[in-house]
């Protein structure tokens, strides 16, 4: 049950992210790889619920992703506000 809830929350999620970019004009793919990133490692996390697995690989792949999201906030534009 929650991790159906968390899956559609993650879809809403991207399909926000999605009509934010295209409304605020932001085009590029470097912009919006700490989405991707984020994303992933969310994605990521839900996977041991879906596929009955965990392990230590699962955690390295997403801290790598979270620290990639995070060196790749420099290319995110500033708000004109």
């Given at each position: 049950m929650l991790t159906s809830i968390s899956s559609i929350v993650l879809i809403a999620m991207?399909?926000?992210y999605i009509r934010k970019r295209k409304k605020a004009?932001?085009?590029g793919f470097k912009s919006s790889?700490?989405?991707i990133c984020l994303f992933l490692a969310a994605v990521i996390n839900l996977s041991p619920k879906w596929f009955?697995?965990?392990g230590s690989l699962l955690w390295t792949i997403s801290?790598?992703?979270i620290?990639?999201?995070t060196y790749f906030t420099k290319y995110?534009?500033?708000s004109e506000k």
């Open positions: 991207v399909a926000y004009g932001i085009t790889l700490t989405a009955e697995f965990i801290m790598l992703l620290v990639l999201g995110i534009p500033n």
